[in-house]
């Protein structure tokens, strides 16, 4: 098992995520394709998700100081470098023979974050060994969804405790697949010789009893509720997040609980197709946890694509954002290289629209930074 990535380099043709993503497709079968890409049902939430933040504009102000700018940002008690994180992802093995590895070099050598999927392809600990091989990486959190077993799933929090990681993220918004139409077109299924390495060793759910739902009477049993994350609370010492909320009364319950922060999140259109996208429910949850005083951190996943993303992401009230896809295209074409330019890109697109609005500090920009429109 490798622990140093293969270096390699990102074809001159590659200038943009969108670059990035044209590329992966050709290099991908459609088997990966069907899985890294595609959404639930219509994809109407996958492809409103990109719209919304092209569909907000920015109200720049001009002659403003900048010298001395910068993009650091405080988040749990860190500073980050710039305020991007790599969102939890399964199975990248099956994008880069890397995986992971590839993926936590690149994070920590950026300076970013990253949330490492329970179901990813590589053992926990070796990616937390990765992660770590840079002194100046940033945060480093393990995404967590809730076994039938919950012995099984004190036993992983132990091992993400033990190796380093530094914030649950437990995911509220996916107890069960969404209808994943490409996926089902291409009959997906995982190449030989990866799976969720993490889950080996887990019993089996109790069989279904005949006419019984398979969905009801078996896999939503195990579905978490507000109990259990007060149960997980309980579990550790470590911050826990949310990831999945998209309502505002469920963003004043989890504030309620004191949970450690909460990601806006519709799993990238992934699940129930339809819902809001991100942008528009990140403004509505900023609302109305700033009008009742919770000063919780948020952050914010699904459709980032460029720096003017995640400088409009920031002025309706994150903390930082998590990007998913284009750190898999940027795998897919060029391993460690390839997720560093990706990350690289956005950083510098956030500090030239950060320049070309008059934002010297990301402190900056809040929502008169963005044009008024209704939501």
Known sequence: ???????QAVPDSIVNLADHEAHARARLDDNAWAYFAGGAADEISLTANRKAWDGLALWP?????????????????????CPLLVAPMAYQCMAHADGELATAHAAAALGAGLVLSTQASLPLEQV????????????????LYLQHDRGFTRQLIARAEAAGYEALVLTVDAPANGARDRERRAHFRLPPGISAVNL????????????????????????????????????????????GVLHPQDALQAARL????????????????????????????????????????????????????????MALGASAVL???PVVWG????????????????RD???IAMALSGCARLADAGPQLLQAQED
């Open 1 to 7: 098992m490798r622990t140093v990535p293969v270096l």
């Open 61 to 81: 102000r001009v002659l403003r100081p900048l010298a001395g700018g910068h993009t650091r940002v405080q988040l749990l008690g860190r500073e980050l470098a």
């Open 128 to 143: 937390a060994d990765a992660m770590r091989s840079s002194a100046g990486h940033g945060p480093l959190w393990f995404q």
């Open 200 to 243: 080996q060793g887990m019993a089996m759910a109790p069989a279904v009893a005949p006419g019984s739902s398979a969905l009801f009477d078996s896999l939503l049993r195990s579905a978490p509720t507000w109990e259990d994350v007060a149960w997980l609370q309980e579990q550790t010492c470590l911050p826990v997040l949310l990831k």
């Open 258 to 313: 004191g949970v450690g922060g909460l990601i806006v999140s519709n799993h990238g259109g992934r699940t129930l197709d339809t819902v809001p996208a991100t942008a528009t429910a990140l403004r509505q949850v900023s609302r109305v946890l700033q009008a009742q005083g919770h000063g919780l951190p948020l952050l914010v996943d699904g459709g980032i694509r460029r720096g003017t993303d995640v400088l409009k992401a």
């Open 323 to 325: 990007v998913g896809r």
């Open 331 to 346: 795998l897919v074409n060029a391993g460690a290289a390839g997720v560093a330019h990706v990350l690289r890109l956005l």
């Open 349 to 351: 697109e956030l500090e």
